[in-house]
């Protein structure tokens, strides 16, 4: 199969429509990462995206819809702090949990009772999903456990000869990806952190948590992404704390001297103590931060043998989301999932 890159344009969206009815799936663009997207209600295209990704099938899938899309179609279940965080945040980089209805195919929510559902703002995003007018499931347009993608030749790259199409929406401003909340409960809970963070969400409602799952209780976690070694680049990886720099930079000496090319992905402020090796410079600011991770670590797989990844200081905010990416993108251990 040929994969066809295009930009967004009415001939293009004329064409995802077609594949999308045809039961397919394309790359999709959004604020946050690339999607690859398919249709909610058809059983077949759900499994097409689990099979071309390599997903586990106990990971659910967030189902996208247009910003005038009748929400009552799909949920009924609506408390009202979640109208308040739709209006204050949507559309944007926030998925919202609610208790399932049954009415999209089964094999979205992977046997969880809920439906996790979002409200992209990026505008190429938007028009793909109003021209088909129904809800599109669409994980990170990544193999399975690889980097996520946060341009189309990302997606292609993961992808080539195995989807049709990709709609090319430009690179992705926000750079992970949406804040994950549930809203099933009596107060939000935030499942995967993002752009969108807890306390952003509390000035709104009120109230927030974040949900840690405790990795050796056997509870049944609640968004079981979380729990796989993810994002990660496909060479050696290392990873140190923001104070660890002397054992960092004795770390690439030894591989160097073993003949392995170094490559170091670090806040602006912490470059001054690698001075001769490749840089991947994650910027300053928060948001800045978010938007380059993913790319530098592609980069870091073409580029260098050994990737040693240096925690930036800030661990709030953004940073939370920014942080939990980073450190599991460079774990040399991963953990079974069932
Ligand atoms: O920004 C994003 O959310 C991107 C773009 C393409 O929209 N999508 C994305 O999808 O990141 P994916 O499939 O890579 O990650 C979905 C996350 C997983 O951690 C999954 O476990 C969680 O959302 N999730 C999905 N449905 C859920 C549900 N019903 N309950 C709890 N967690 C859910
Ligand atoms: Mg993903």
């Known amino acids: 199969m040929q994969t066809k890159i295009f930009p967004v344009s009415p001939e293009s969206l004329a064409e995802a429509k077609k594949i999308i009815f045809d039961g397919g799936v394309i790359g999709m663009p959004t604020e946050t990462v690339y999607g690859l997207g398919g249709n ?22 967030i189902a996208h819809v247009h910003t005038d899309y009748d929400l009552a179609k799909i949920i009924d279940y609506d408390p009202p702090y979640a109208k308040k965080l739709r209006e204050a945040f949507l559309p944007g980089p926030l998925t919202l949990v609610y208790p399932s209805t049954g009415k999209v195919s089964p094999y979205v929510s992977c046997g969880l009772n809920t439906l996790a559902v979002r409200v992209p703002s990026h505008k190429g995003a938007q028009a793909f999903l109003r021209e088909v007018d129904i809800p599109i499931v669409a994980p990170s347009a990544n193999i399975s456990k690889h980097v996520s ?38 107060i939000p809970v935030v499942l995967r952190p993002g ?45 140190f704390a923001a104070a660890e720099t002397a054992e960092a930079v004795a770390y690439c000496a030894e591989q160097s001297s073993l ?11 912490a470059k001054s103590a690698f001075a001769g090796y490749e840089i991947l410079n994650l910027g300053s600011s928060e948001n800045e931060m978010a938007a380059r ?45 069932k």
Do not use: W
């Not at 790319?295 to 939370?320: F, H, N, Q």
């Open 40 to 61: 909610a209600f058809d059983d077949s295209a759900v499994k097409r995206i689990f099979e071309v990704k390599g997903r586990p099938n106990d990971n659910p899938l």
């Open 149 to 186: 993608p946060t341009s189309a030749a990302h997606v292609y790259e993961d992808f080539e000869g195995k989807i049709p199409l990709i709609l090319d929406g430009g690179e992705c401003e926000g750079g992970i990806e949406s804040t994950v909340c549930d809203v099933t409960g009596d």
């Open 195 to 239: 752009l969108i963070t807890c306390e952003m969400i509390a000035q709104v409602v009120g109230d927030c948590a974040q949900y840690v799952p405790d990795l050796h209780s056997g509870e049944k976690v609640k968004s079981p992404g979380l729990l796989y070694k993810h994002y990660s680049p496909r060479c050696q990886t290392a990873l």
């Open 259 to 269: 003949g392995k090319k170094v490559a170091i992905l670090c806040e602006d402020g």
């Open 293 to 337: 991770l993913y790319s530098l670590l592609r980069e870091a797989e073409k580029r260098c043998d050994v990737l040693v990844a240096i925690e930036p200081k800030k661990t709030d905010g953004v940073m939370i989301g920014v942080l939990n990416r980073l450190r599991k993108a460079c774990v040399s251990v991963d953990i079974p999932h």
